[in-house]
């Protein structure tokens, strides 16, 4: 990949208005980002916006800061250094921010002892859902585990677990979406569903970042790609131009650096 | 979607403790086991005493409270553990609720399992010790429900701690038990005060300590649990 | 390793362990032992023997400066540097907390013992519960709880900051147990004991009472600054250890052709 000729995309630059919308702030603005733990550094100064209907996909090998952004984003972590802002708010301290995130991470979230649909429910309250046991159910039903909604987590398998996490990471219509390796365990069904529900997401103008180790997954959804190490953004382009055999060699050149 | 608005910090500690409870009642192992340690407790204190050397009237204060302060452990530990298992703990934390409310939460629902066990081991202790419960039941709640609070409050807190260390069901106890003292001492004081048929004004002065610590803890406890937060 | 970034660490925020007497001998703990020597020998040899309690009342030069040291200054030290740590998220507070526990556990565990050692022969019993021993123990027991929960906890963060919090609460637990105990002690007469005499001590046991308490606190200072250089030290060990990630690529995120 060779270096554009084209303009930098900075987060300083007027927010793209798209058709007749009032500008609104970028839905995820990162600048010098920076978090370290101790003296490890896990991100190491990052800046990037994503608009409305953006999804970017992430990818890098373990260790190169991936969860802790999306932690650091989901407002579980402080920066240490430089800003993030989620639509305009910043995060740290921001409830307002976390209100329109849905984190979808490694582990279920869930309450193992609660059925699906207690879970989904629950956290529909948290965030102040109105109808909550309406929109959990409508939730599951996205991720097509209905039929299971009542059935306690724990009596689930790891792929039905992960798609009532996935539900339960947007019953509240998220504006950003944050999604660490969420294929993984999902069968072609729960794919199939979560693929559906992420570019459903994207058309209501909500902003994704997927982090995956699958390309081919990742750059389906991807209207921007970046590849991660060390906690540095080493590529980051627009998906319009990338194409999967040339990112996959461009990825093991990246990473096996 | 159209919103309610996040729940305030005292809608999202009931939503928090109502939840704490669902889980416990769902399974009831935690309450169960809490509650057949206290009686197998209090029977083995029992026999244990020399009947004839101490009344069981002069017997059962002690027994009361330091029944109460290990079933309490019981409970205590499981409050957190429930959240570390999924990370469930993340969920409560990238929510928009505050976190104070998710300590109010955990340490309401605490409140209530401590309580819950309270109401069977007193009866329990009276049954099995003679004690004319009726006369002093009143005083008794009172001292039972301040008792409780201050060791929900610093319990709740300590096991947040314990439940992120390798040491988890161990370090509870450690940590917390220096602080159960000037709960259990009062009340057990307070207690025996009353067994005795004294007259409830001289129970009064552990009692203000008993309120004293309550504040000072359920304040300072709430104002710490932020800073047990990864952040 | 490259050497630039070895400077870049010194240039860090957290300034390394001070390393003023490195390599070389530690004057302060020579100064304070010789003066612990001397007190003692001064205190069996030269000053006089109690009227009413004999030669056991000599443990009283041990026993109340360390009881002093080890409540008051020991302590108060952690429960202080724990407060401002929670405030300005400095190590170098956590490591001073971390070294003043630890020996003030030490003094506390001789006022355990040279009490009863003390209190045998004068008092008959091994134990009592008064006012001093009974504080001392509880703070011996939140010492080691103190301990024992650094001891579980391998995260440097967690651990600073679990340890500032119960150092913050087990200061506010104290004047609780004072008052705990003060009123039990009212309402429970307990057997009438010969109070040892300290205030008005004659000049010579006052004067080796000073040269004791002098000692002791020189012997602390000395202890906790050894015990801080060496936690510095394990600690940049440590940090040698974790490797520092060469600077990659571009810092911003420029989309790519």
């Not at chain 1, 984190?103 to 207690?118: G, N």
């Not at chain 1, 294929?183 to 199939?192: I, K, P, Q, R």
């Not at chain 3, 009863?116 to 008092?123: E, N, Q, S, V």
Request: with cysteine; proline share 6%.
């Amino acid at each position: 990949m060779t270096r554009p000729a084209t303009e930098p995309s900075l987060p300083s630059e007027t927010p793209v208005v798209r058709g007749d919308s009032p500008p609104r702030p970028p839905a995820v603005e990162v600048e010098g980002l920076s978090r370290r733990f101790g003296r490890r550094v896990a991100i190491r100064s990052l800046t990037f916006a994503l608009h409305d209907g953006d999804c970017l996909s992430v990818f890098g090998p373990n260790g190169a800061g991936k969860t802790t952004l999306l932690r650091v984003l989901a407002g579980l972590l402080r920066p240490t250094s430089g800003s993030a802002r989620i639509a305009g708010v910043d995060l740290p301290g921001g409830a307002a921010a976390r209100a329109v995130v849905g984190l979808i991470s490694h582990q279920s979230m869930l309450y193992s002892a609660l059925t699906a649909l207690e879970n989904v429910e629950f956290a529909a309250k948290l965030y102040g859902v109105s109808a909550p046991r309406q929109a959990a159910f409508r939730a599951l039903e996205r991720m097509r585990i209905t039929d299971r909604a009542d059935s306690p987590v724990r009596s689930l398998s790891r792929g039905m677990q992960q798609r009532v996490s996935i539900a339960r990471a947007m019953v509240h219509d998220p504006r950003v979406v944050l999604l660490d390796e969420p294929y993984t365990g999902l069968d072609e069904v729960g794919a199939a569903a979560l693929t559906d529900a992420l570019h459903a997401l994207k058309r209501q103008g909500a902003a994704l970042i997927l982090v995956t180790h699958h390309l081919g997954e990742g750059l389906a959804l991807a209207t921007h790609t970046a590849i991660m190490r060390e906690g540095q953004f080493i590529e980051y382009a627009e998906r319009g131009s990338v194409e999967l055999d040339a990112y996959r060699d461009a990825y093991r050149r990246a990473v096996g650096q | 979607m159209s919103t309610t608005g996040v729940p305030g910090m005292l809608a999202a500690a009931a939503l928090i403790a109502r939840k704490d409870l669902a889980i416990e009642f769902r399974t009831r192992s935690a309450f169960l086991a809490a509650l057949v340690f206290s009686l197998l407790a209090i029977v083995i204190f029992y026999f244990a005493w020399d009947a004839t050397a101490v009344s069981a009237a002069d017997l059962a204060p002690g027994v009361l409270w330091v029944i109460f302060t290990f079933s309490g452990l019981l409970g205590l530990h499981r409050s957190f553990g429930v959240e570390e298992a999924d990370r469930a703990i993340d969920g409560l934390l990238a929510s928009p609720v505050d976190r104070e409310a998710v300590f109010l939460g955990k340490a309401i629902a605490n409140l209530l399992f401590v309580l819950g066990v309270q109401a069977i081991a007193i009866p329990a202790v009276a049954l099995f010790y003679n004690l004319p419960l009726t006369r002093v039941l009143a005083p008794l709640v009172v001292i039972a429900v301040l008792a409780a609070i201050g060791l929900v409050a610093v319990g709740t807190l300590f096991s947040a701690m314990a439940a992120n260390t390798r040491l988890a069901e161990l370090l509870l106890p450690v940590l917390a038990l220096p602080f159960f003292v000037p709960i259990v001492l009062p009340a057990a004081q307070a207690t025996a005060r009353l067994l005795s048929g004294r007259p409830v004004t001289e129970a009064l002065s552990w009692l203000r300590i008993l309120i004293a610590f309550d504040i000072v803890f359920i304040v300072a406890c709430a104002l710490a649990y932020p800073f047990t937060l990864e952040d | 390793m490259t050497s630039s970034t070895r400077a870049e660490r010194t240039a860090t925020e957290y300034a390394g362990p001070s390393t003023r007497s490195d390599g070389g001998v530690d004057w302060l703990l020579i100064v304070a032992v010789l003066a612990l020597i001397a007190t003692v020998v001064r205190a069996v040899a030269f000053t006089p023997i109690e009227v009413a309690q004999g030669a056991a009342q000599k443990i009283f030069y041990i026993h109340a400066p360390s009881a002093f040291i080890g409540l008051y200054v020991a302590f108060g030290l952690v429960a202080v540097s724990g407060a401002l740590y929670l405030w300005l998220r400095d190590e170098r507070l956590d490591r001073i907390a971390a070294s003043s526990a630890e020996v003030g556990v030490v003094y506390t565990t001789v006022v355990l013992v040279t009490g009863p050692i003390w209190g045998k022969p004068i008092w008959g019993t091994w134990w009592t519960w008064d006012a001093r021993l009974t504080l001392t123990l509880f703070l011996w027991f939140v010492y080691v709880g103190y301990l024992i929960l650094r001891g579980a906890i391998e995260d440097p963060g967690v651990r600073a900051r679990y340890s500032s919090v119960l150092g913050v609460l087990g200061a506010l637990l104290v004047p609780f147990i004072h008052l705990s105990v003060y009123l039990f002690r009212t309402l429970h007469p307990m057997p009438i004991v010969l109070k040892p005499s300290e205030p008005s001590l004659p000049p010579e046991m006052l004067t080796t009472f000073f040269m004791a308490l002098a000692s002791f606190a020189l012997l602390y200072f000395a202890l906790v600054r050894a015990r801080y250089r060496l936690a510095g030290v394990l600690e940049s060990l440590e940090d040698d250890a974790v490797p520092e990630a060469p600077s990659v690529g571009p810092l911003r995120a420029e989309p790519v052709r």
